[in-house]
Each structure stands twice: as C-alpha cells, then as structure tokens.
C-alpha cells in the first residue's frame, strides 16, 4: 500500500498549487487550504495546466485532478492527512498561528513539510508545543516540474521523521539532499544567490548586458550544472588526473576570479537597471508565456535525462 494516501496542502500560491499537482499525479487525494476567495479556481486552473507536463515526465501514477477538495479551514484539512505541505507567507507570525491551529488536528503519525526558504527550521519551531512531526521540505519552483527538496531536522524532530518526508517526496518523484546544518536560504538558494550576485557584477560594471549574462549562463555552465554539480564537473576537468591535477593547474586563476568577485548590495537603482535590462531581454513576451516556454524546456531536459538518472 503506499504511503501518505491522503495529503494535505496549506497555502495555495504558486508553490501549493504546484505541490497540489504533483500530489493529486501521484495517486493521492489532497485536501487545500487557503484563505484567498479565488484559491479553488486558481488551482483547479494551475492543476489543468500542469497536467499535461506530469504526463509527459511520467509523474502521473493512477492520479486524477480530480482528486481534490477545498477546505475552509486549515484544521479541516489536515484531518486524516499522513503528510502536510505548508506553504503560507513567509511571515513567522502567520505561521506560528497556522502551526498552533492544526496542531489538535493532526494524526499521530502525520508529517508537515514546510517550503519555508527565507525562514529557519529553528525559528519556526517555536510556534509548536511539540515539533517533533515538523521538518523543513523545501522545494525548488515550480516543484511539479524541478525535482529538488531540502529536507531538515534538528534535535527537536522525531526519531525517523525526517526517513519518513524523505521517502514520501521519493514516492512523488523528488530528490532530495539532506541539510545538515542550519543556514539562511539553506543550500541551492545560496548558490544561485552567489551566481546572481556576480552576473549583476558583471551588468553593473559593464562587463556585459542583463541578456548576454543570461546567455552565457544558459548556453554554458547551465548546460553543465544539469548534468552535475560544479566539484564533480571540475573533477572531470583534468582528465586522469582528477580534482587534485584540476585544484594544482587553476589555483592561481580561481584565487584571481574570487578575489576580484564583486561583492554589491541590491537597491533600487540597480534594481531599475535590472529590470530595463530584462525586458528588453523579454522582448515583449509576458511573464506567462516566459513561464510557458521555461516550462517547456525544463520538462523537455528532465525527459531526456530521466532515464540516464535511473540507470
């Protein structure tokens, strides 16, 4: 029998309808909460869209959107639920609220997974009188389609608990790294915070434009970083010789590279000039139908390599 038949999902923004998706692909029913008077049409509607791309990356295992139900309260939602995604505001009052009202709710053996990025485990902790069922399950947006979560305990989680997120988002088609160690933004938001702090560097002392920058990210390394991550790549950089000939032949070049890294605040003209830069790159084009085709590509790429991944 699987695992987590019924699921829970609080908060249905972009990230909750995402999961929503993924949930119901997966065979399981999803019960959803969200405050907002248009949340049941704007799922429905994101639910509909994202099928057809869960089909194609073979997600869909005896699922069915219509294996969902609306909740008026988050306390009704989670009744009965195995495994709960959380999803509301990243504002630690919202959330500790949200936490003391289901807590009576909540089965013995249930798991929430907050998708908390901005927020600590630690933190968030303290809006529970026990948060031993509690961990962080961070996922990458739109998590239906980018198949990373970060998953998180501390001494205050319950034996086997975290085991228990890590296989049901297994089940779901995740992969999942453990963070060990708690840290603002975790780990994949840090990276990509340190490679966007240097592409706008290089925009705002003129090195190149907001959309060669974006180019070369996406025509080079992330080409690369695809396939895997940067040691492993570096590794096979040298040849034979592996990461110990790659760390003696660049250590002087990645020690010059680092030092002359720019290290920059973002503000408001800069974010002007960010924000020129990518609609000229945009050429037009909304937001949505940038998301469409960013969809396209990333489901495109994951079919490619989903059975290399396997084997």
């Known amino acids: 029998m699987t695992e987590f038949i019924q699921t829970a999902v609080l908060g249905a923004g972009v990230i909750g309808a995402s999961w929503t998706s993924l949930f119901l692909a997966s065979g399981r029913e999803v019960a959803v909460h969200d405050l907002s008077p248009s949340a049941e049409k704007s799922v429905r509607e994101y639910v509909d869209r994202a099928w057809p791309t869960l089909e194609t990356l073979g997600l869909v295992k ?32 919202i959330k500790r609220a949200l936490y003391a009202e289901i807590a009576p709710s909540l089965g013995a053996d249930a798991v929430v997974a907050t998708s908390a990025s901005g927020l600590t485990l630690s933190e968030m902790q303290q809006g529970w009188k026990d948060p031993g069922r509690f961990v962080l399950g961070h996922p990458f947006n739109p998590p239906h389609l980018i198949p990373l979560v970060e998953v998180m305990g501390n001494e205050r989680t319950g034996d086997g608990v975290v085991e228990a997120a890590e296989r049901f988002y297994a089940q779901v088609g995740k992969v999942t790294i453990r963070v060990n160690r708690e840290v603002p933004g975790h780990v994949a938001n840090r990276l990509q915070a340190a490679v966007w702090r240097e592409a706008i560097h290089l925009v705002k002392s003129g090195v190149a434009s907001v959309e060669d920058v974006d180019k070369a990210m996406w025509a080079g390394p992330g080409l690369r970083w695809a396939a895997m991550g940067p040691t492993m790549l570096f590794h096979l950089g040298a040849g034979e010789g592996g990461l110990a000939a790659f760390c003696e032949r660049y250590t002087d070049s990645f020690n010059r590279w680092w030092d002359d890294l720019g290290v920059l605040h973002l503000d408001q003209a800069l974010a002007e000039t960010l924000v020129a830069g990518v609609t000229q790159e945009a050429n037009g084009q909304s937001p949505a139908d940038l998301s469409a085709q960013r969809d396209v590509l990333i489901a495109s790429i994951q079919k490619a390599i989903a059975p290399l991944r396997a084997n």
Do not use: L, M
């Open 62 to 93: 005896d699922g069915s959107p219509n294996r969902v139900r609306f909740c008026k309260s988050a306390s009704e939602a989670v009744e009965g639920a195995s495994f709960i995604q959380e999803n509301v505001p990243e504002r630690i009052e």
